[in-house]
């Protein structure tokens, strides 16, 4: 059964979850055996699923000036969260994308270990940050995203998704800041 667990709750969150609940697309056993996929593209591809998934996570970032989205999908969330917020957006690059000198996270994920970078040249330092990404698993990519950005001196806000799975139990692994989700499933 979904829930929605966004906070604050809103009617823009609602509409969101209606989107989501609407469009996401499941894939069993993918990228590996055992692992259930959550497809948000179709929602992405949706204007209003768009709009609606865009706004209900900019609500949980006020204050922000910085928005950090992850890899991929984070990038078209976190930009689109980013303008509404009226904010600049950080790329959090999976390792080898960017050109160095770069700073380097490892973490592990549900199905095997990866490492996340950002540009070792932009100044963070006091900036405070909302963490954008699309599904929270295990939670390993949020947890060291934070840890990235807190070692190079920024203030992480809270985090938002737009889905939890929360049998995976990432939700533990995000500690010491708010995490808003628009579906728990």
């Not at 209900?56 to 917020?85: N, Q, S, Y």
């Not at 490892?106 to 699309?134: F, H, M, T």
Request: contains cysteine.
């Amino acid at each position: 059964m979904s829930t929605n667990v966004s906070s604050p709750q809103s009617d823009l969150a609602a509409r969101a979850a209606v989107n989501i609940d609407k469009h996401v697309r499941w894939a069993n056993d993918f990228p590996v055996e055992g692992v259930r996929f959550a497809d948000l593209t179709p929602v992405f591809a949706d204007a209003d699923g768009l709009k609606t998934v865009i706004g209900a996570l900019a609500e949980a970032g006020t204050g922000a000036d910085l928005v950090a989205g992850i890899d991929a999908r984070g990038f078209l969330l976190g930009a689109g969260v980013a303008l509404a917020l009226e904010s600049g957006v950080l790329a959090v690059r999976k390792a080898g994308k960017l050109p160095p000198p770069v700073v380097s996270q490892s973490y592990d994920l549900e199905y095997g270990s990866a490492v996340l970078e950002i540009p070792e040249d932009i100044d963070i330092v006091g900036r405070k940050i909302l963490i954008v990404d699309d599904v929270l698993a295990t939670g390993g990519t949020i947890a060291a995203t934070a840890e990235l950005l807190r070692a190079r001196g920024a203030k992480v806000l809270g985090a938002a998704v737009v889905l939890e799975i929360a049998a995976l139990g990432g939700r533990e692994r995000c500690a010491g800041y708010p995490l808003a989700c628009l579906r728990q499933v």
